[in-house]
């Protein structure tokens, strides 16, 4: 059974810092990424990562302030998020996907979802 655990959700002060988790099994996943819907709002790409690690992309709203990572052999997903605003205020999805390279959008599998709340 292919399963997607995102953790380290919660509350944060503007500027502060929190670092999420995505822990996969099941099966072997490529392309990684992490997306977020605020209330009221689509969901939407934050992150992305190719199997390596050696490829990264990221909205243009998180750029200089996300860093997604990953450790295959532990099948985990990271994204460390500095500089918090209250605009980042969501609940984050860790999704991933059978295809190799970087993929931003049509993943093939999800997670739960944690929420992510930042106060001004």
């Known amino acids: 059974q292919v399963q997607l655990v995102e953790s380290g959700g919660g509350l944060v002060q503007a500027g502060g810092s929190l670092r999420l988790t995505c822990a996969g099994s099941?099966?072997?996943?490529?392309?990684m990424g992490w997306f977020r819907q605020a209330p009221g709002k689509e969901r939407e790409f934050v992150a992305a990562i190719s199997w390596s690690g050696g490829t990264t992309m990221y909205a243009d709203s998180v750029k200089g302030r996300f860093t997604i990572s990953r450790d295959n052999a532990k099948n985990t997903l990271y994204l460390q998020m500095n500089s918090l605003k209250p605009e980042d205020t969501a609940v984050y999805y860790c999704a991933a996907d059978t295809r190799k390279g970087i993929v931003v959008r049509g993943y093939d599998y999800w997670g739960q979802g944690t929420q992510v709340t930042v106060s001004s």
């Open positions: 099941g099966r072997t996943f490529y392309s």
